[in-house]
């Protein structure tokens, strides 16, 4: 087949950025409750992309019910922000937070929601 230049635009199109995709999603919500103390804690977390292709690591953390906090990093490679992901789980985990179900979640935020 002849073309009129050196560039297809049949050709295939390849990913070669490892920047441009998250590999796998990184979601965290965690808890830590302690009645005896009034304490009642949750820490969420989760990497994405923007839109200029750097990998950015969300933390939201406040009273279980209320808005609280959060706070975002950005980096250039999509491992330094698992490192750092990866160093706040272990963190969390020794300060006692630990994994909730879901509908323990959904049922919570209802609650809240029509108070």
């Not at 070669?16 to 949750?42: C, G, W």
């Not at 209320?66 to 490192?83: L, T």
């Amino acid at each position: 087949m002849a073309t009129d230049s050196k560039l297809s635009l049949d050709a295939e199109r390849r990913i070669s950025d490892p920047a441009e995709m998250i590999a796998q999603p990184y979601h965290l919500y965690v808890e830590r409750t302690d009645f005896s103390k009034n304490m009642a804690r949750y820490y969420a977390m989760e990497i994405s992309m923007t839109l200029f292709g750097e990998a950015c690591l969300t933390r939201s953390w406040g009273r279980i019910g209320k808005r609280g906090q959060s706070m975002r990093h950005h980096f250039g490679q999509e491992k330094e922000a698992v490192d750092l992901f990866l160093d706040l789980v272990r963190q969390k985990r020794a300060r006692g937070y630990r994994p909730v179900a879901c509908e323990g979640i959904k049922s919570r935020n209802r609650r809240h929601d029509i108070v």
